[in-house]
Structure formats: C-alpha cells, structure tokens
C-alpha cells in the first residue's frame, strides 16, 4: 500500500534562507510523486510533479525537488525563501495505472522577515 | 485556464439535515475526486469517478454518497449531517489516460468549509 510521510508538521524559515520540505513515500510500483501547495483559504495548486525520466523536477515559483529511489524520497528545495511562500505544502504519490492520489498531511512553511 | 468551482464557500448545517455540495468543472476531464482535509490528515478521498454515473468508494466513505449525472459536475451528499462532518471539503477532477505518458495531476476547487451544529 501506498503511504507518505512529511517530516515536519511547521517549518519556519528566514527570508532569504533555504527552504527545505521533506517527503518519504512507499510504493510497491514506481510511483507518480507531486508537491502542491494551498495557500489560505484556497484550494490545492500543483508546485511540480515527477512521472519518469530526469530526477531533479523544476516546478513554478523557484522550487524544485528530486525524486532519490534508493531513498525513497521526493524533498522539495527553494534556495531562497520569499513572504510570499508562506503556506502549506502537500507531498503526494500515486501508482502507475491507479486514479488514487495519496496524500501527505501536509507541511505548513513559516517565512520570518 | 482550466477552473474547477464548488457552489459554497462556507456552509452551516444543522445535525441531521441532509447537505448537498457541488463541484463544476470546466476542463473536460473524466475523473472527479471528493477529499475532505483535516489538521494534521491532510487530505482523505471520500469518493471519486471515472465517468458518467461511476463512483467509488475512497477511504472514507461512510456517511456519505455521491451523485455523477453529467460529465461536468460531481455533487457530494451527506445524508444525515452529523458534527464530526465538520470538516473542508474539497473537489478535484483530472484527465484521464489513453496510451503513453501520463500525469494523474489533480485540479482542485477553492473548498467548502463545512460546519455542523
């Protein structure tokens, strides 16, 4: 069965500092993995997602994260956070050929002026 | 720009009233999802369709029902609205596959937050 674990319910950043936002997953197939983000009051937006070939994924607003199988691992990256990045961050996975996504519970990034 | 809508933003209920949320979307696509989210649970499905009058149970289904009359617009039912349904629920769809890559990204609606009194 598929599950996904987000280590870190709140992380809290300078602005300007690194972002780091950690994902394990386990799938007994190769996986389909996503990050979305959701800011307040709104619904799920796709950050980036990985579904085969190159293992670092760019995806939109400066993130990217690498897929790492030995690992199994998706951990998203921002080298310098913005205010604006303050929201909740969802690491999700889903099997090759399945309509499921599962989804993490969800890590909500804090950005200190 | 593709557009997934719900009928409420912020919904109030009584225990026991029957509650009906609706979801619109404008993308075409096959496959419509219900999830509530919870602090600390992130996102459950309650259930999800494939196609035109096809539902499934996701991992949560109890207390709940699921109506697919047009490819457009998925409605979820409580039944019998209860006080550990307050929760946000939210609707997403995606396309579905034929041969080759594919992507299962999912497109969700800006959420109902749903109280029970």
């Known amino acids: 069965a598929q599950s996904v674990t987000q280590l870190g319910s709140h992380v809290s950043v300078s602005e300007g500092a690194l972002v780091l936002l950690r994902c394990n997953y386990s799938?007994?197939?190769?996986?389909?993995l996503f990050w979305y983000v959701q800011y307040p009051n709104q619904g799920l937006q796709l950050l980036l997602k990985y579904t085969t070939g190159a293992t670092l994924v760019k995806g939109i607003n400066g993130f990217e994260a690498e897929f790492k199988k030995s690992e199994t691992s998706f951990h998203l990256t921002k080298p310098s956070a913005h205010m604006s990045d303050a929201a909740e961050y969802f690491c999700?996975?889903?099997?090759?050929?399945?309509?499921?996504?599962?989804f993490g519970a969800g890590t909500r990034l804090f950005v200190k002026a | 720009d593709v557009k997934v809508t719900q009928s409420s933003r912020y919904l109030v209920k009584r225990t026991g009233e029957k509650v009906f949320l609706e979801c619109v979307q404008d993308?075409?696509?096959?496959?419509m999802f219900w999830y509530r989210q919870d602090p600390g649970l992130g996102l459950r499905l309650i259930y999800f369709?494939?196609?035109?009058?096809?539902?499934e149970k996701g991992d949560i289904p109890e207390g709940y029902s699921v109506s697919r009359e047009k490819k457009e617009r998925f409605s979820l039912i409580l039944e019998s609205a209860s006080t550990n349904q307050t929760s946000m629920y939210l609707c997403?769809?995606?396309?579905?596959?034929?041969?080759?890559?594919?992507?299962?990204?999912?497109?969700f609606g800006p959420g109902t937050r749903l109280t029970v009194t």
């Open positions: 999700a996975v889903s099997e090759t050929g399945g309509f499921k996504t599962i």
């Open positions: 993308m075409d696509h096959e496959n």
């Open positions: 369709s494939y196609d035109v009058k096809m539902k």
């Open positions: 997403a769809s995606s396309t579905q596959l034929t041969s080759g890559r594919s992507s299962y990204e999912q497109y």
């Open positions: 799938s007994s197939v190769p996986p389909y």
